[in-house]
């Protein structure tokens, strides 16, 4: 069984650290960074929905069905974001990377590579994972195309599969990493972390 708990994570330019009802003010500020609440592919509260939206992340982490992270950029101890562990199966040593989203100045910069690294190295190295799973819109190509340069492998589209906030039905592409992969997986977010997009500011 895997033991989850609430845990600080860290690189020398990012933080993940227990969601906090606290993290609000700056949650909903982040997110109005793109106005993410309009973007079809994704799930972002309006700043004003941002109480209940903590709440309930903290009521599944209660359940050991979640584990919520506020994402920091340390250079000016910026919150920028939000992702967790989600649909955790303890007796099979599986979770997933999910609920992630990143304030718009951020995106395409160093933010995401150094936060599923560490969301990944803790995973398979702290947690014992036997496998790790990211889902998205099938339809975000962003989204599709970051998780797929994490070394992530397409297990396949869940059709209809849920019913987004503005009514559509979303197609979900299921991805993983396997125990097995996570070195050479390991290794490549090493070298983007060292290159020139750790760089990006």
């Known amino acids: 069984m ?20 606290d993290d609000v003010p700056a949650l909903a500020s982040a997110a109005g960074d793109g106005a993410l ?13 941002f ?12 359940a050991g069905l979640a584990l919520p992270f506020t994402t920091v950029v340390k250079d000016g101890n910026r919150v920028v974001g939000t992702t967790r562990y989600m649909n955790i199966d303890a007796a ?15 995106q395409r910069t160093f933010v995401n590579t150094h936060a599923k ?31 797929e340069r994490l070394g992530a492998k397409l297990d396949g589209i869940l ?9 559509h039905v979303r197609d979900t592409a299921v991805y993983s990493i396997t125990k097995e992969e996570w ?13 020139s997009e750790a760089k990006v500011a």
């Open 2 to 21: 895997l033991h989850i708990e609430p845990v600080t994570l860290s690189t020398d330019r990012l933080t993940l650290r227990p969601l906090s009802l």
């Open 37 to 49: 609440w309009e973007k079809k592919t994704t799930t972002v509260p309006r700043p004003e929905g």
């Open 51 to 62: 109480e209940e939206y903590v709440r309930k992340a903290l009521e599944l982490q209660k």
């Open 92 to 106: 099979n040593h599986r979770v997933e990377i999910g609920t992630t989203w990143i304030a718009k100045s951020c």
């Open 117 to 147: 690294f560490l969301m990944l190295r803790h995973a398979f190295e702290g947690l014992g994972c036997n496998a790790v799973e990211l889902r998205t819109h099938r339809l975000n190509d962003q989204s599709r195309a970051a998780i």
């Open 159 to 167: 059709r209809q599969h849920m019913i987004m906030p503005d009514g």
């Open 183 to 195: 070195p050479e997986a390991k290794a490549g977010l090493e070298r983007r972390m060292a290159g």
